[in-house]
């Protein structure tokens, strides 16, 4: 996790994104009016704080952090520095739900927000953003979903005929599809009930029912897109589960695995929520990638142990008891920016080579009687050469060559 946090917040510096910290917890109206109150995250999956005697306020734990953000961006005046605020969140969300695999009541996000840019090109920046977390995590072939989902001017009227749709078709709607279509008749596009995706399959779709407007922005997100190379698949059924969403929005998954499940992050315009939380009206986008999920996904394609490195270096020593002249000398590796491990148990030499071996240590710093010359053994576990080296020449023989066979791996700076 550690691992996907360092990613994920170099990456955001990289496309200028501040970090903000928002509280774990919000006045439930913030989530209500956000995220809609006929959301599953809110209707269900809220995790409600039980009011003191003397509280009149209702308090929820965040289930995600757009709501939150927007409602800082507002009460902090963002509205008057430079536009687009470009802002980045990493934590723990929480959605009271039945645990299960790849589906947590405390759970981590990966969040981005451009606050105040209306699109198309920077709609794209932010896909192609999140194409490139899920690559340097080492997710391979991550595939993007995307959609347009109009706005206010074109919405109603297609909602209007899908309700009309599925009403001609009520018969072939599982009873809880049928409480949906009062409630949130969107959310039947995506469902993944088999009946349901037939029935899908001839709906009216929102990507023929665009007004000019939302039609031209979807096109350009597309022609932005393919002008970064960034590769996408069309899906007219993608609805998010959160009603703020406007035109743009996208999801992402796993190459070869589909369901809710197994959604690894997701996100979209939101033109509308500054102005409904109090604002004055600004159009945003943003996203938020599951960390968990990315984590679940690197474990079933067999890449789980790329999250602890191997060390450059372990320094052992033919003296067990000389634990200080040990740790002196990986002290000095790590000052200068190497993965370093010093041995510290007293055990015998051989049972200290095997155990850096085991480690996959590119190095082994060997400490013995050269030490009071200022030299040690420096021996290359993987081309299996062994040198004797200057103690002060040390940090920078091993930086080299472990830059030299690790490409990506940064040398020190000595
Ligand atoms: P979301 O699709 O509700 O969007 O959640 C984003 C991602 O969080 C999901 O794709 C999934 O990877 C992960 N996730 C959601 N629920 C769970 C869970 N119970 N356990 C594990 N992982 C989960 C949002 O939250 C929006 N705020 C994204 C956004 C930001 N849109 C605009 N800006």
């Known amino acids: 996790m550690m691992r996907l946090e360092g990613i994920a917040a170099e990456i955001a510096r990289r496309y200028g994104y501040r970090p903000i910290e928002t509280p774990l917890f919000e006045q439930t109206a913030v989530f209500e009016r956000g995220i809609g109150d006929a959301t599953d995250v809110v209707e269900k999956e809220l995790f409600r704080l039980a009011p003191r005697t003397d509280e009149s306020e209702s308090w929820s734990l965040r289930p995600e952090p757009t709501a939150g953000i927007v ?10 520095w430079p536009q687009p605020v470009k802002l980045m969140l990493i934590g723990p969300m929480f959605r009271y739900d039945r645990p299960q695999a790849g589906r947590y009541r405390e759970f981590w996000q990966f969040d981005i927000e451009a606050i105040g840019d209306p699109g198309p090109a920077v709609d794209a920046e932010i896909i192609e953003l999140a194409d490139r977390f899920y690559r340097e995590a080492g997710i391979q072939d991550p595939v993007i ?84 190379g960034v590769a996408y698949r069309l899906d007219p059924h993608l609805v998010r589960g959160l009603d703020y969403y406007t035109r743009t929005a996208f999801e992402v998954y796993p190459a070869g695995v589909a369901g809710q499940q197994s959604a690894l992050g997701g996100g979209g315009r939101y ?9 004055r009206p600004t159009p945003a986008i943003g996203f938020g990638l599951g960390l968990d999920r990315v984590l679940l996904a690197l474990e079933a394609a067999g890449l789980g142990a790329i999250a602890d490195p191997s060390p450059a270096a372990v320094v052992v020593g033919a003296d067990p008891a000389a634990t200080a002249d040990r740790l002196r000398i990986a002290t000095m590796l790590r000052a200068a920016g190497l993965v370093a491990r010093a041995e510290l ?36 576990l993987e081309a299996g050469t062994q040198k004797v080296v200057d103690v002060d020449h040390l940090a920078r023989e091993i930086g080299r060559a472990h830059e030299a066979h690790h490409h990506g791996v940064a040398a020190p700076s000595s």
Do not use: W
């Open 71 to 80: 409602r800082a961006y507002i009460q902090h005046g963002m509205q008057t």
């Open 145 to 228: 979903f995307i959609n347009s989902i109009g706005d206010e001017a074109c919405r109603p009227a297609y909602v209007t005929e899908l309700v009309a749709f599925y009403g001609d078709h009520l018969d072939r709607l599982p009873p809880p599809e049928r409480d949906r279509l009062a409630r949130n008749p969107l959310r039947l596009l995506d469902s993944k009930d088999p009946a349901m995706v037939e029935l899908n399959a001839t709906a009216p779709r929102i990507t023929d029912h665009l007004c000019e407007a939302c039609a031209e922005h979807f096109a350009a997100v597309r022609s932005h897109l393919d002008a970064l």
């Open 271 to 279: 033109d509308g929520l500054v102005e409904l939380l109090g604002g």
């Open 345 to 380: 148990s007293r055990r015998k030499l051989g049972k200290q080579l095997e155990a850096a071996a085991r480690d996959r240590a590119h190095f082994a710093v060997i400490v013995g009687d050269e030490l009071a010359d200022g030299q040690v053994q420096l021996r290359d």
